[in-house]
């Protein structure tokens, strides 16, 4: 095991253990001390229980589909939009407002503006796209950018083709940002994703599970939902880099 790999296992049993040290004193604090604070061991039996449901892979379906498949749009957008702001500027200039907005604006306005023209299926995917825009395109947008002009100067004289700047130039240049905006990016659209399904309460969703859970005082399954949450981003997240890493890598060699 590497050292940073120690370090982080060691970190992560130091937090589990602060958990279960303050959920044993509001045990011992207040007769209803379990309401307020779950243990390790309640939310990981409460979990267990949950996962031999068909309705608890059936809500992780349903809201990995519309969130991942907001992501997905989102960057294919934001990409597209990013080569057409490095070629023109007046498009830059004229998405630069529309990107300052969705990155000041909490994403609850948004939710709440978006219910009213969205039935709650499709709020997730739309809110979680959302999110994930600007930090795409200002990424893709930058490494466009950023790209050699030397380079592009040589391959303009000797009329090297389209496809081949693209894979040899522009690619190469431009992955790393792309990687770096996603890596951001993909932990925004699941907070946004489920936060638009808590509020607008998306029947057979991750959110409506939380929202049920908080209604209840069901603490055990509110810490059990979160750390499944958790555990999607984080698979998503690395699953989304290893593919990026392998093109970069194909681009590469």
């Not at 959920?23 to 001390?33: A, D, E, I, K, W």
């Not at 939380?210 to 939902?225: C, E, H, I």
Request: aromatic fraction near 12%; proline fraction near 4%; hydrophobic fraction near 55%.
């Amino acid at each position: 095991m590497k050292q940073n790999e120690r370090l982080r296992l060691w970190a992560i049993l130091f937090w589990i253990a602060v958990w279960q040290g303050g959920s044993l004193l509001l045990r011992v604090l207040y007769p209803h001390g379990a309401l307020l604070l779950a243990s390790p061991a309640d939310a990981l039996l409460r979990l267990l229980e949950l996962g031999i449901t068909a309705a608890f892979w059936r809500a992780i379906v349903w809201s990995a589909l519309r969130i991942f498949g907001g992501f997905l749009a989102a960057c294919v957008l934001a990409v597209f939009l990013a080569i057409l702001a490095s070629r023109r500027d007046w498009i830059r200039q004229l998405s630069a407002p529309l990107v300052s907005v969705i990155k000041t604006v909490p994403v609850a306005s948004f939710i709440i503006l978006a219910l009213v023209w969205l039935r709650g299926s499709q709020l997730s995917l739309f809110i979680s796209g959302l999110m994930v825009f600007p930090p795409v395109y200002l990424g893709v947008l930058e490494g466009l950018q950023q790209t050699d002009r030397d380079l592009l100067e040589m391959a303009e004289v000797y009329q090297v083709p389209a496809g081949r700047q693209l894979r040899y130039i522009y690619l190469p240049q431009t992955l790393p940002y792309f990687r770096s905006a996603v890596s951001v990016a993909l932990g925004l659209c699941w907070k946004a994703g489920i936060a638009a399904e808590v509020i607008g309460i998306c029947s057979g969703s991750i959110g409506e599970r939380l929202y049920t859970a908080k209604v209840y005082y069901q603490t055990p399954d509110l810490f059990a939902w979160t750390a499944v949450i958790v555990l999607i981003s984080v698979v998503f997240e690395r699953l989304f880099l290893a593919m990026t890493d392998a093109i970069a890598g194909k681009v590469g060699g």
